[in-house]
């Protein structure tokens, strides 16, 4: 029988609410320095949900450093669309490592990237998140973060 899958990439509109406050919690502790207590009660949750899943959920954006992104994403066929994604990227100064488009079908292509981030890259769910929101992306999911 095939390994199960010990990692998983949600987007946040499918975490139940709970997930998301332990995440905020976890963010107030290290940001503002206050209690797990101070900081459940604020957020509406209580302190046994908080250690239930305080080690188990994180945003996308840490640990990612030094890591490689491959993600997926269904586009128009568009002069300059391709440009303006490999422009993000280097925006957002990270490596290309692989790229590959297939022949578009119906004027839809499909392109898949291996980024590499760097020390130096910006934050990479912003990053995703801005080609995702260009003009004639209609969808991007990512395939794998080693």
Do not use: C, W
């Not at 010990?6 to 502790?29: D, F, G, M, S, T």
């Not at 604020?42 to 030094?66: E, H």
């Not at 260009?134 to 969808?139: A, I, K, N, S």
């Amino acid at each position: 029988m095939a390994e199960e899958s010990k990692y998983y990439v949600v987007r946040q509109k499918a975490l139940p609410e709970v997930l998301l406050k332990v995440a905020q919690v976890n963010r107030l502790i290290e940001t503002k320095g206050v209690s797990v207590a101070d900081a459940t009660e604020q957020l509406g949750i209580s302190r046994s949900s908080y250690y239930k899943y305080k080690d188990d959920i994180f945003p996308f954006r840490d640990n990612v450093k030094g890591k490689t992104i491959t993600f997926v994403l269904s586009m128009d066929d568009e002069p300059g669309l391709l440009s303006a994604v490999l422009s993000k990227i280097a925006t957002f100064k990270a490596n290309i490592l692989t790229i590959h488009q297939t022949i578009p079908v119906n004027g839809i292509a499909s392109l898949t990237l291996s980024v590499d981030i760097l020390p130096t890259t910006g934050d990479s769910a912003i990053m995703l998140e801005e080609i995702e929101a260009l003009d004639g992306v209609r969808y991007l999911k990512i395939l794998s973060r080693e």
